[in-house]
Nanobody, 122 residues
Framework: VQLVESGGGLVQAGGSLRLSCTAS????????MGWFRQAPGKEREFVSA????????YYTNSVRGRFIISRDNAKNTVYLQMNSLEPEDTAVYYC????????????????WGQGTLVTVSS
C-alpha cells in the first residue's frame, strides 16, 4: 500500500489546516487508518485513528476536541481537520495504514506516508 499526504503548511496559532492522505495498492475501505506526528527532537507519537467504517475514531488527549479525523472510502482518502492549532502542534505529520479493520492500541502498521510538515507560529 502506498500513502501520500498533503495539506501541511505554515499557520498562525488559533488557525486551522486540513491534512489529506490518499492510499493506493489495496482495498482502502477494509482497514483502519491513523495519523502520527514527530516534533523536532521528539519521538513519533500517535495522534488519531479511524476504523474502516469511519464510525470509530480515537484521539490522543492533547488534540481531542480540536482535531477531527474522517475518511472517504470512495476516494481512498483519510483526513485530519486540525483546528485551534497551537505552537506545540508543530511537527511532521504522517499518515499510516493499519493491518486490521478496527483500531486497537499498538496495532501493527502496514505502511507509512512520507510526511507533511505543519508549522504553527505564535
Amino acid at each position: 500500500v502506498q500513502l501520500v499526504e498533503s495539506g501541511g503548511g505554515l499557520v498562525q496559532a488559533g488557525g486551522s489546516l486540513r491534512l489529506s492522505c490518499t492510499a493506493s495498492g489495496r482495498t482502502f475501505g477494509n482497514y483502519a487508518m491513523g495519523w502520527f506526528r514527530q516534533a523536532p527532537g521528539k519521538e513519533r507519537e500517535f495522534v488519531s485513528a479511524i476504523n474502516w467504517s469511519g464510525r470509530g475514531t480515537y484521539y490522543t488527549n492533547s488534540v481531542r476536541g480540536r482535531f477531527i479525523i474522517s475518511r472517504d472510502n470512495a476516494k481512498n482518502t483519510v483526513y485530519l481537520q486540525m483546528n485551534s492549532l497551537e505552537p506545540e502542534d508543530t511537527a511532521v505529520y504522517y499518515c499510516a495504514a493499519y493491518g486490521r479493520p478496527r483500531y486497537e492500541e499498538n496495532s501493527a502498521l502496514d505502511a507509512w506516508g512520507q510526511g507533511t510538515l505543519v508549522t504553527v507560529s505564535s
